[in-house]
């Protein structure tokens, strides 16, 4: 079992950054590919970016350029940079981790985009 666990949320202005964390509550070894995920209001979860154990990574398309996610595999965390913040970002931000083969969940991370 991987328990993750999210930091960094809040409120910022449009234009502003926020950078997010998120690590394991034990450090365990094994972990592959790591991610962010958010959930606005009324839509479904969608991906924002992912990170490999490699450190190939991925992006959707509507954070590319701005968010940046990067990973210190010691410590098996994962951040996300996110800068020009826009009210469209706002939503619940879920950190994503996969080890063999099975997936596990933050609980989530509030982060509001005021206008």
């Known amino acids: 079992q991987v328990q993750l666990v999210e930091s960094g949320g809040g409120l910022m202005q449009a234009g502003g950054s926020l950078r997010l964390s998120c690590a394991p509550l034990?450090?365990?070894?094994?972990?592959?590919?790591m991610g962010w995920y958010r959930e606005a209001p009324g839509k479904q979860r969608e991906l924002v970016a992912t990170i490999t154990s490699g450190g190939s990574t991925n992006y959707a398309d509507s954070v590319k350029g701005r968010f940046t996610i990067s990973r210190d595999n010691a410590k098996n965390t994962v951040y996300l940079q996110m800068n020009s913040l826009k009210p469209e970002d706002t939503g619940i931000y879920y950190c994503?981790?996969?080890?063999?083969?099975?997936?596990?969940w933050g609980q989530g991370t509030q982060v509001t985009v005021s206008s």
């Open positions: 034990r450090n365990i070894f094994g972990i592959d590919a």
């Open positions: 994503n981790a996969l080890k063999y083969g099975s997936t596990y």
